[in-house]
């Protein structure tokens, strides 16, 4: 890789040249009215020329870091399968009119198709070890990655938010299994605000115990995710064996499994595509920056295991939602697709051994929920936000802004009670997420072959800036709004008919929404390379890879150096930790 170096140093100059910390002034605080440097660590293998453009954290993972085995891969999704949401996942399919089967077979296509997508564009992230900010402006050029880095910021903040109020629910049915009188507290919190008194208390108590879960190294959050992959199966499964068990061990007694689809021909085709697009759209988010994770792979094929896991783990969580929903039915005389409001049912009997199983469930649902937040909200989103301003905030700092943008800027909790139409703009956001998806894979794969560099990746001046003006390239504009407009009328549709009104978009809109990821997902891609072909960028064309691996290598073995003689000489305090590190 000698050609690496030598490409290195004539485009950015060589890494003690530029302006980043050298090992003698790293850490150094040049000011005393902090007890902190509000500079993230500079460490020497960047690529970038400032450090307005790069940290530690938002380089290419050096070796040393690259900690993530397959296994960590199984561990990464078990934490982010095993989900409240996932459970409910089959829950609207039946709503709208499919049988059981029906909602599992669109589960199943969904979450093999998601596998698929995850586990290719994840191939990026593990050989280039380049966060999905960066790895963006080779197709989007530097000023447009921004605008697709901040679409997927704002979804993964709110959606940090939401998962925190689960979360909170969770807490409050721990609280009241401990202490019953707790249910008991008055309300002092208007209605329409979403929240009581209790559920508050029950928020703020889980938001403060998921702040130290975000300050894990993201080089040794997998073995959270073991854990919670454990702990996880053993609580749902518990749920539904219980409900099953008071059913009388059988489910042929639940109109959830005993009817068949309430619609029929079109209709219940067009119903099935719109529910196989939601499944899509569940995880389209990580589908466009599975890089954020993959690039902690030990070796590129690391991360292969995804096309498998996915669809297994997912549908198994699915299967178990349907079945404990039924036998709820029989149990309780109702439907019921939550998980927790089952376990707080538990308690109303009274007895000491309802109120501790309740108490055990809780605590299980409130790792659950803190895995999920983590795997795939709050890593992505700090990620997204090291973007705008690297030289302050790193993944640590980044995940705890976005905690406390997420759960308490948006008030998720009144989202989640009554913006119905807010959480169908989240639901129908995918035909914006797959252009870009699309775009990133077509380029990368397609288009350039993996003949690409992550210096220039770095180097706001190198050779993605396609235009010196405007820095972006036209050609991924025009092919991710070819992708989006056509099922943007059915996706206005879906908002506003989740607010209860009426709107003139006609049939086929709709009928393209329902298929909106897939249709934005082909459109885009195949635009983009019909404009790549035609209109071709020659300058950011290459004939081979420059990953600048030797000196991410070299650099890799001062840096671990230069942080044991930092460690060996100082004490940090908490905040300097949280802060500095």
Known sequence: MASDAKYFNEKNGSPASSAIETPATAGHVSKKRFPFNLEVRQEESSFATTKNASNADFDPIPPSKRTWTWGAYVAYWM?????????????????????????????????????????????????????????????????????????????AIVWLGVQTTTGGQCMTVLLTAIWPSFKNIPNNI????????????GFLLYFLLQLPFLCIPYTKIQYFFAFKSVIAPIVFFAVFGNTLHKAGGTLSKSSVITKGPTVGGS???????????????????????????????????????????????????????????????????????????????????????????????????????????I???????????????????????GQLLAAFIGSWGFVPWKILASAATFLAFLGGYTIFLGPMTSILMTDYFIVRRGNVSVP?????????????????????????FIGCIPPLPGFINN???????????????????????????????????????????????????????????????????????????????????????
């Open 79 to 155: 934490a982010d399968a095993w989900a409240v949401s996932n459970w409910q996942v089959a829950s609207s399919m039946i709503a709208v009119g499919l049988d059981w089967r029906m909602a599992i077979g669109a589960c199943v296509l969904g979450n093999t198709i998601m596998g698929v997508v995850i586990t290719v564009n994840g191939r990026m992230g593990a050989t280039l070890h380049a966060p999905f900010p960066v790895l963006c402006r080779m197709p989007f050029g530097y000023y447009f990655s921004y605008f697709v880095v901040l679409s997927r910021c704002v979804l």
């Open 456 to 480: 220039d990746m770095y180097n706001f001046h190198g050779i993605y800036r396609y235009s010196p003006k405007f820095a972006t390239n036209w050609r991924s504009v025009a092919a991710f």
């Open 190 to 201: 208007p209605e329409d605000q979403g929240i009581t008194t209790a559920g508050m208390v």
């Open 375 to 397: 795997s795939a909200n709050s890593i992505s989103a700090a990620n997204d936000l090291m973007a705008f301003a690297p030289k302050y905030i790193n993944i640590r700092r």
């Open 495 to 581: 908002i506003v008919v989740a607010g209860k009104q009426k709107t003139g978009v006609s049939l086929g809109g709709q009928h393209l929404f329902s298929i909106g990821y897939v249709y934005s997902f082909f459109a885009a891609g195949v635009f983009y390379w019909a404009f790549m072909k035609f209109f071709p960028h020659h300058e950011s064309m290459m004939d081979h890879a420059e990953t600048g691996e030797d000196i991410i290598a070299a650099q890799d073995e001062k840096n671990v150096e230069m942080r044991r003689a930092n460690l060996a000489g100082r004490k940090p305090n908490f905040v300097q930790k949280i802060f500095q590190v």
């Open 267 to 373: 209709v219940l085709g067009w119903a099935f595509f719109a529910n196989l697009n939601g499944v899509l759209g569940n995880y389209a988010t990580l589908g466009l920056n599975i890089a954020d994770f993959s690039r902690y792979s030990n070796k590129p094929s690391a991360q292969n295991v995804q096309v498998i896991v996915i669809p297994i783990i997912f549908t198994i969580v699915g299967l178990l939602g349907i079945f404990t929903a039924a036998a709820s039915e029989t149990v309780y005389g109702e439907v019921l697709w939550n998980p927790i409001d089952i376990i707080g049912l538990w308690m109303e009997s009274g007895s000491r051994g309802g109120r501790a199983a309740a108490a055990f469930a809780a605590i299980g649902l409130i790792i659950v929920t803190l895995g999920i937040n």
